[in-house]
């Protein structure tokens, strides 16, 4: 069973991930990549890049800025509706999301059985949330009994909403200033670049537009690691489509996403589809891809069909028509014409799939050592996602066997992320790398001097064999390269 608790100490130890400005006590849900996550993060980054910009021929990728014009926000309804109910409890001063509050209760209820309370609790809150009844979400917090988890109290204040936009201001004058958004998500970067890229890329409907990059939300309730952050990375990809036809390509960017979650290693009972059946205002169509978290399962990509509610809503703001010409014919021979394009999104978070990723992979086992039963850990990844690919060990240092580690370590490094080690006994060298995932470790001994041969020792397996230096790097190519990950999709 893994524990939740283990997987977050090992990326702390093995260098993947620290809490930001730990030397400072740590900043509440920020998290800074250390040695080894960034290599893992930017890998996950490309495949996604690769899977999106280089496998399909009408993707072309764009990399938006932060700070974006206030009144994309007022046209893209995140001034008025990104918002999350919050209630205060009045004793401990600390703050909740009251739904959150209210499916603590429901999980309650679940786990002693009671599966109608549960689900009639539910049922309620949904029914206040979407008529916006606050008044309603703060009487039914009060009817449930619920107590604050720190102060114990039932002493609440009203509920109020509350925007999960960063705001800041630009401009040297405080009168001349303006009050600019630290994006909350990374599409409408690409909403507003639509026709940019269209009239300079030549594109023809259906294409898409991807990118990758920071977004942030004043997320309130910060839980579980780095799952639900104040800053992240989104990858995103918005498809233009015909208007018609977007139910089509939605199930189309259903099935490619979960392909591609599937190649990363992310076992297939382990993922799963969770349909909205509440749609936002924008969208005819929405679903989830989950991961089964060691906290059960949670989104970790949206694939929407939104209509062409952003387009539509940025011409009338901007007063820029952001239609598309198309001069393919539909059926009785006419051009389609003049429109504004439907858009289905894809739009996964990097840490988010770097959590599963990383959860799917910590391995523990025990293992018999001659006579004995010993526990050992290791990073189950990808070789195409581990950050360092193979490791350099000669058995010992004397007798030329360091230069020869080191002359072999050069002539790899250039092609494969390697990594050269000298530095205690071979068997906790290879427990190393075991705990940052790297799948070989090669020993340099006295016959690869005579033989230029090397022995490679498989991470999962720990089965030694004898190639040859060019055998191994033909393993290290065929395994470790993105396009063997991509191929597999
Ligand atoms: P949630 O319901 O978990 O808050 P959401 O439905 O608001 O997520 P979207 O707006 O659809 O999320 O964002 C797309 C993706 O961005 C999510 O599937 C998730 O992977 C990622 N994401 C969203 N919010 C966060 C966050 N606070 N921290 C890390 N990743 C996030």
Redesign the pocket.
Known sequence: MKEFKDIVAHAKEYGFIFPSSEIYDGLQAVYDYGQNGVELKNNLKQAWWKAMNQLHDNIVGIDSAIFMHPTIWKASGHIDSFNDPMIDNKDSKKRYRADNLIEDRASEYEAKGDFTKSETLLAEMNRLLEASDLKGLQELIISENITCPVSKTANWTEVRQFNLMFSTQVGSVAEDSTTLYLRP?TAQGIFVNFLNVQKTGRMKVPFGIAQIGKAF?N?IVARQFI???RE?E?MEMQYFVRPGTELQWYEYWKTTRFRFHKALGLPEEDLKFHVHEKLAHYANAAVDIEYRFPFGFK????IHSRTDFDLKSHQEYSKKKQQYFDNDLDENGKAYGNYVPFVVET???A??LFLAVLCNAFTQESVQDGDQVKDRTYLNLHPALAPVKVAICPIVKKDGLAELGTRIYKELKSEFMATYDEKDSIGKRYTRQDLIGTPYCVAIDYQTIEDQTVTIRHRNSTQQERVTLEELKTILRETTSLSTLLNSM
């Open positions: 998500e939300r997320e799952f639900r952050m992240f989104q989104e970790m990509e949206g739009s996964v978070g840490d988010r």
